[in-house]
């Protein structure tokens, strides 16, 4: 079973302050890397996805990908209350198949 | 682009009932998947198709869960003799395909079909 292992919080941050996600995966084989965010009662929507090692910048978003420590992370600058919801980590392999760790519930206080 | 079309987003069902859900994909997109979540877990992978083959099924679905996708279209995604613990948002997203990195790698979800088994 490939897995991919989410810290699920609750994290809260200020409004304004920079809120960090993480995520770890199992199969080594992996080879694209997305966050989503879930708002409650919806279903998720993407933000961002990277595949290569290094930083990937998105507006306030950065998404940062280590394939050697098999770890991707978010981060979200100026954080909105707005951005308070569930952000999903998922994998793909070379299979096409999707795999989804539990999700970190992130909360910015106002 | 209308978007990963689910359909009904709300069903209420006494259990031993079967119940079918119907999801429209991104028009270009041949790639269709079914996922189920509940409350606090992330998206849990029930089945794939390419086209209108269906070519991964979890062993975690149970012979009484059934999917189709005829003509490449549109997919049905069938639950015989529901139980309590069918209970679950059924979520179908679709992807378009292409080599990693390609954008249409990524998977695009429906708006969800809320199941609930009495």
């Known amino acids: 079973q490939k897995e991919v292992e989410q810290n699920s919080g609750p994290l809260s941050v200020p409004e304004g302050a920079i809120a960090s996600l993480n995520c770890t995966y199992s199969?080594?084989?992996?080879?694209?890397f997305f966050w989503y965010r879930q708002y409650s009662g919806k279903s998720p929507e993407l933000i961002m996805f990277?595949?290569?090692?290094g930083d990937k910048e998105d507006g306030r978003f950065t998404a940062q990908l280590n394939k050697a420590s098999q770890y991707v992370s978010l981060l979200i600058r100026d954080s909105q209350p707005s951005d308070s919801a569930t952000y999903l980590c998922a994998v793909r392999d070379t299979g096409n198949q999707f795999y989804f760790g539990t999700g970190t519930s992130l909360t910015v206080i106002p | 682009d209308t978007g990963v079309s689910q359909d009904p987003r709300h069903k209420i069902t006494k259990r031993g009932q079967n119940v079918t859900f119907r999801c429209d994909p991104i028009s270009e997109h041949n790639r269709l998947y079914w996922y189920r979540q509940t409350l606090g877990q992330g998206p849990e992978f029930l089945t794939y198709f390419q086209n209108e083959a269906q070519l991964e099924k979890s062993r975690l679905l149970s012979d009484r869960f059934s999917a189709e996708r005829p003509k490449g279209s549109f997919s049905t995604l069938e639950i015989q003799r529901t139980e309590q613990g069918d209970s679950a948002m059924y979520l179908c997203?679709?992807?378009?395909?292409?080599?990693?990195?390609?954008?249409?790698?990524?998977?695009?979800f429906g708006e969800g079909s809320w199941l609930t088994v009495v």
């Open positions: 990277i595949y290569s090692n």
């Open positions: 997203a679709s992807s378009g395909g292409g080599s990693t990195g390609f954008p249409g790698n990524t998977i695009y």
């Open positions: 199969d080594r084989g992996s080879q694209s």
